[in-house]
T-cell receptor, first 115, second 113 residues
Framework: AQSVTQPDIHITVSEGASLELRCNYSYGATPYLFWYVQSPGQGLQLLLKYFSGDTLVQGIKGFEAEFKRSQSSFNLRKPSVHWSDAAEYFC?????????????FGRGTQLTVWP | DAGVIQSPRHEVTEMGQEVTLRCKPISGHDYLFWYRQTMMRGLELLIYFNNNVPIDDSGMPEDRFSAKMPNASFSTLKIQPSEPRDSAVYFC???????????FGNGTRLTVT
């Protein structure tokens, strides 16, 4: 069974429009949660992370994400998308405890930005 | 901080050849992970090390794959013999004391013809 679900394989938005990328996970306890971004030919760069506390977390490049325990979701948002945001975005979870830093990734969402 | 360094960035080889991918983790990090990224399977963990010792290699697809970490600053992932289905991007990542987040290298794109 897939542990991390990103239901949108590809999203296209216009520059300046708002963005929301969805992520759901399926663990009994609250894991550590992450969003990574991958530009073409590059590695994965951490955008933001949630460990505990405030459920709205701020990241780099103007991104934020909200953890909703009741929905097992950790959706990524940005109020105004820039052309340079075009990339692939990955949601990931760390189940904590014995898995120590091992990440489980969603399949990714490819973001295209129209000028 | 130089980040996680992987080499080579690109590797093209013929089926049956041996391939060695290399990784230098961030200095001081004691956990090292090898991931593989393909269109079919996404990002999947192959193996990870703690203090140079392999902890979980259940993701290694077959005996053709092997990984070593002879010291805290170097790891290799070897495929022998390589097959076209091994074509993928291989990422190395490291972390400190198993604490998130993982820091990723830029990957090695392997093409086996």
């Amino acid at each position: 069974a897939q542990s991390v679900t990103q239901p949108d394989i590809h999203i296209t938005v216009s520059e300046g429009a708002s963005l929301e990328l969805r992520c759901n996970y399926s663990y009994g306890a609250t894991p550590y949660l992450f969003w990574y971004v991958q530009s073409p030919g590059q590695g994965l760069q951490l955008l933001l992370k949630y460990f505990s506390g405030d459920t709205l977390v701020q990241g780099i490049k103007g991104f934020e994400a909200e953890f909703k325990r009741s929905q097992s979701s950790f959706n990524l948002r940005k109020p105004s998308v820039h052309w340079s945001d075009a990339a692939e975005y990955f949601c990931a979870v760390d189940k904590r405890g014995s898995t120590l830093g091992r990440l489980y990734f969603g399949r990714g969402t490819q973001l295209t930005v129209w000028p | 901080d130089a980040g996680v360094i992987q080499s080579p960035r690109h590797e093209v080889t013929e089926m049956g050849q041996e391939v060695t991918l290399r990784c230098k983790p961030i200095s001081g990090h004691d956990y090292l992970f090898w991931y593989r990224q393909t269109m079919m399977r996404g990002l999947e963990l192959l193996i990870y090390f703690n203090n140079n010792v392999p902890i979980d290699d259940s993701g290694m697809p077959e005996d053709r794959f092997s990984a070593k970490m002879p010291n805290a600053s170097f790891s290799t992932l070897k495929i022998q013999p390589s097959e076209p289905r091994d074509s993928a991007v291989y990422f190395c990542a490291s972390s400190l004391q198993g604490n998130p987040p993982l820091h990723f290298g830029n990957g090695t794109r392997l093409t086996v013809t």
